[in-house]
């Protein structure tokens, strides 16, 4: 599979920076994970390192057959890594892929910082990519994380039942949310503004 993203694609904004994820990133992404509260609605336990590396290893796997595309977030003013995210289930026949598996440590829950995350990666998607339709989702049970996704403008679709099989054996079912190529414009306006108030830009 050809890919659909140039490998050297950063996004930046005003809070943070996506860099493509590197093993050069492994060590301070294992350090940020070690808090359990973020893994609390996750398949795995990021906070085990061994299991985290596993993780990062098997996203730049996928990015290289095409199929995910990894990034690190950087916190602007420190230079610090606080989290990832990725773009996910690339589909460019379809035009569509998933934003997901964005964690951010703890101090940076209920700031701007996701709502930027989400705003580079959404404009990426439908400016550059040409997307027709960006799907996100979360465990049924993450109703931090639902709000999230609702704050972003997403639609939510349904629940997908027995969706993903946790490391522990159980079933996870997972709410699905999108945002399509016609809402794209009042998305982006609504976005813009909850940023600049979050931040007090």
């Keep these: 599979m050809s890919n659909w993203i140039n490998e050297s694609t950063e996004l930046t904004g005003t809070l943070v920076h996506l860099v493509p994820l590197g093993n050069e990133h492994f060590d301070a992404l294992v350090q940020v994970a070690k808090d359990k509260r973020i893994w609390a609605h996750y398949t795995l336990d990021g ?45 460019p026949l379809h035009r569509k892929l998933e934003i997901g598996w964005t964690w951010l440590h703890p101090d940076y829950w209920g700031t701007a910082i996701n709502l930027e995350c989400k705003f580079l990666l959404l404009s990426f998607c439908f400016e550059t990519l040409g997307t027709t339709r960006v799907q996100l989702r979360t465990d049924e049970n993450n109703i931090r994380s639902r709000k999230a996704i609702e704050k972003i403008g997403a639609r939510f679709e349904g629940i997908l039942r027995h969706d993903l099989i946790r490391d522990d054996g159980t079933h996870r079912n997972s709410a699905y949310f999108s945002i399509i190529e016609p809402d794209w414009v009042q998305v982006r306006q609504a976005l813009m503004e909850k940023i600049h108030i979050k931040a007090g830009l």
């Design 47 to 91: 906070s085990n390192p061994e299991r985290l590396v596993l993780a990062l290893n098997e996203g730049l796997a996928a990015q290289r057959n095409g199929t995910q595309f990894p990034f690190v977030i950087v916190e602007k003013s420190t230079g610090r890594i606080i989290g990832s995210t990725r773009l996910l289930e690339l589909q």
